[in-house]
């Protein structure tokens, strides 16, 4: 055994020491050691530290984190042509190396340990994601034309790579047409054949906005879930980013599929997406759960969070969730958690991360109860979801591996410097 948590506080309540060999957990309980033939290499004492499973965002930008806070409360055409676009425009390779890197030092600081990544330039971020020890699976964003480039070449030559074995292996590679109203039907049946070619997942935004809806019901003819259908999308696994608008026959329809909803509340919110004519759109989780649809959480890229703390996440989904019902037993803090871990590893195939039992990836976070914002604790899942927020993760554990003890992250001070320095380049004339 390489590692041992001792006497550390598990979710129900309980004290529980939890074993790790190689990056799997071999054991939970009273007494982990007794079950383990040689002493642990390293313990950790988890004496008021509570253990849960490592957090799971299920839709992200990571090196977005470049664009942290630049224009903030823009409505999103002028934010987008008149900031992102232009600072993308000029991003290096190295600058989405730092961007990601920068992102990944995020995610261990707040207790994310799995993500769901979609960016260009990907093999930079398929090294920041290998040397910052996290688990992730990457896309490259696919958008039809050619004025950013030949991307489907650049897709190509990705799924090469990670077939040859370039890729570590915590890090996977899905297959991401960026959204029906930017990919074109036959762009969309590429990307489903070369999924189904490769056996790969997808990865898209749907249903954002209600423009988006009416305007695929007006050049297509039906609503954003059956165009997705028609075009082969959902015969493969697929994440579905926000789903602000899906009405009844298309969660219907996802649940007859291998789709996973992917929530982004803060995004949505601060981006006003929920705006209708008559009424607001949000997203129907009632009815997601009633028709059996698997529903997991993120926080979307930092441009349009402004962080990626999945604690954060957790609270507004579960108070969106009431709030937008009418109903305070709408998504109970232990269903949060729950759509927050084995959720997302579930809907990216990751169905072995996502949560803390024995044969697990040792994908593990330690909350420091010492947290005067969590004392005293009556109910540890209570506090998670409503309690705590990123800043009180004590320890991010990763693949087995030891990210951060007690707050700090080794080479964190570079990460920060290089990545300041490119957010300073890309976003000055
Ligand atoms: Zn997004």
Not at 78 to 100: M, N
Not at 164 to 175: C, K, M, S, T
Not at 260 to 286: I, M
Not at 290 to 311: C, I, R
Request: hydrophobic share 40%; aromatic share 6%.
């Amino acid at each position: 055994m390489h590692l041992l948590i001792r006497d550390a506080t598990l979710l129900d309540g309980s004290t529980g020491s939890i074993g790790i060999e190689g990056n799997r957990i071999a054991c939970i309980g009273v007494d982990a050691t007794a079950e383990s033939d040689t002493p642990p290499t390293r313990v950790i004492d988890g004496t008021d530290l509570l253990a849960m499973p490592g957090l799971v965002n299920a839709h992200t930008h990571a090196a977005m984190t470049l664009f942290r806070g630049y224009g903030d409360d823009m409505p999103l055409m002028p934010w987008l042509q008149e900031r992102i676009w232009p600072a993308e425009a000029k991003l290096t390779d190295d600058d989405v190396y730092w961007g990601t890197r920068l992102a990944c030092a995020e995610m261990i600081r707040t207790g994310t340990t799995l993500f769901n990544d979609m960016y260009w330039k990907v093999p930079n971020a398929v090294r920041a994601i290998a040397d910052s020890g996290l688990r992730a699976t990457v896309s490259g964003g696919l958008i039809s034309g050619d004025f950013l480039g030949d991307l489907k070449g650049e897709i190509t030559e990705l799924i090469a790579k990670y077939e040859g074995g370039e890729f570590p292996d915590r890090v996977r590679l899905a297959i991401a047409p960026h959204a029906v109203y930017t990919v074109t039907p036959e762009d969309l049946e590429w990307c489903a054949q070369l999924a189904s070619d490769h056996d790969l997942p997808i990865q898209i935004h749907l249903s954002e906005t209600l423009h988006e809806v009416e305007e695929c019901v007006a050049t297509h003819g039906v609503k954003p879930t059956f165009h997705l259908k028609r075009h082969g999308i959902l015969d493969r696994p697929t994440t579905l980013a926000h789903g602000v608008w899906l009405e009844r026959d298309e969660l219907e329809l996802l649940a007859d599929h291998p789709a996973t909803v992917v929530h982004n509340p803060v995004s949505n919110l601060k981006l006003a997406c929920g705006q209708g004519r008559e009424v607001r759109g949000w997203f129907d989780y009632p009815t997601a759960k009633a028709e059996g649809v698997n529903v997991a959480l993120a926080t979307d890229g930092t441009a349009s969070n402004t962080n990626l703390d999945m604690f954060e996440e957790m609270k507004f989904a579960s108070l969106m969730a009431k709030h937008a019902s009418g109903d305070p037993t709408c998504m109970p803090a232990a269903e949060t958690l729950d759509i927050a871990t084995r959720g997302g590893a579930d809907g990216m195939g990751w169905t072995d991360a996502g949560r803390l039992e024995v044969g697990a990836l040792a994908d593990i976070v330690l909350v420091s109860m010492r947290e005067v914002t969590l004392t005293p604790v009556h109910d540890p899942v209570s506090h998670v979801v409503y309690a705590a927020n990123g800043g009180t993760v004590h320890t991010t554990i990763c693949d087995g591996q030891v990210l951060m003890e007690d707050g700090r992250i080794e080479g964190l001070e570079e990460v920060r410097a290089r990545a300041i320095e490119a957010a300073r380049r890309v976003t000055t004339g």
